[in-house]
């Protein structure tokens, strides 16, 4: 069982995750595409659609009675907000020991599934075979915040912008370049669903203000704080270094970080630490690529951690 390879199929295979997951799986040493699903590319080769796809696998149109009988070991769902809970249900039904990873936020505020962000999650997972991934700019809040969590003294700002692969495949005004050319687009200032996922997990309460830019991938956030005790940023920085020491996906800087420089990587980097006069306002800057860690890269950590594997097997630590 040592050498076991794991099967896996994926839902809603043609938008930008999809196409990512569908990469990350191909290149993993203990894993191996069964099948891949979507209703605008089914019957073509998947090797046409995705660059350096190596073998003679064609996307489906598979509904949820077919993708629950396909006898692969995990579901992945990349498909949009509601869109989900006939393939669980039928999955339920039909193959309840396949594991389900959902990157909807569809179960990010059910109980009964695992939530999972492994570098503050990992300790929760006991064998649950529903999985729900977290939101990216929420990946990037909680990451940012986390550490801060015990000294908080009020709710947390948090400042996102995004490039425009975050709004999906389905046009509109936030995916779309002409209208966000020398532009920055705000949107759902106030009650996002990612600033309510991420008050649920951390049990503080944020203030999440989202932006596209016109850049394809990538998040910067930027988190406000304040905190009850007074701190340095040399003492701040070092308090992430020691909380993060054991994560290879995460990088903890004195800059802060680019955009630029975290687009197409598997990890995070968290830097930028500011200080106000009285050390009790604190800035921190985190990046990560929407599309990876944001996305993909979280699910195949899920995948990993529910194959008994170690949650970074397969993934590019310097890509």
Avoid at 33 to 47: C, K, M, T
Avoid at 109 to 114: C, K, L, N, T
Avoid at 239 to 264: K, M, T
Avoid at 268 to 274: D, K, R
Wanted: aromatic share 8%; proline share 6%.
């Amino acid at each position: 069982m040592n050498d076991r390879i794991f099967t896996v199929g994926i839902v809603g295979a043609r938008g930008h995750t999809g196409a990512e997951l569908i990469r990350l799986v191909q290149a993993h040493p203990r894993m191996r595409l069964g099948f891949v699903s979507s209703r605008e590319f089914a019957g073509q080769a998947v090797a046409g659609q995705i660059e350096g796809f190596d073998g003679d696998l064609h996307y489906g149109n598979f509904a949820p009675d077919a993708a629950a009988g396909q006898g692969v070991d995990a579901v992945v769902l990349a498909l949009p907000n509601g869109k989900g809970a006939p393939f669980v249900s039928t999955i339920d039904r039909l193959a309840p020991e396949t594991v389900v990873v959902d990157l909807s936020a569809d179960y990010r505020f059910d109980y009964s599934w695992y939530y999972g962000l492994p570098e503050l999650t990992r300790e929760r997972y006991a064998g649950q075979r529903r999985i729900s991934n977290p939101g990216c700019y929420a990946t990037a809040m909680q990451l940012a915040i986390a550490p801060l969590l015990e000294r908080l003294d009020g709710p947390v700002q948090a400042f996102g912008v995004s490039g425009y692969s975050g709004a999906g495949t389905t046009p509109s005004d936030r995916n779309d370049p002409a209208l966000l050319r020398d532009n920055l687009m705000p949107y759902a200032l106030s009650n996002h669903i990612h600033e309510r996922e991420v008050a649920r997990q951390l049990g503080t309460s944020v203030e999440f203000m989202p932006h596209v830019a016109p850049h394809f991938r990538g998040i910067t956030l930027t988190a406000n704080a304040h905190l009850a005790t007074a701190t340095d940023a040399a003492a701040l920085a070092a308090h992430y270094r020691v909380r993060y020491a054991d994560e290879p996906l995460i990088a903890v800087l004195d800059d802060a970080p680019w955009v630029s420089r975290i687009a197409g990587r598997h990890g995070v980097e968290i830097g930028g630490f500011t200080v106000s006069p009285d050390g009790r306002r604190v800035v921190v800057v985190a990046t990560l690529d929407n599309l990876l860690k944001g996305a993909a890269t979280q699910a195949m950590q899920n995948l990993n951690l529910a194959f008994g594997l170690p949650d970074i097997t397969g993934i590019p630590l310097s890509a």
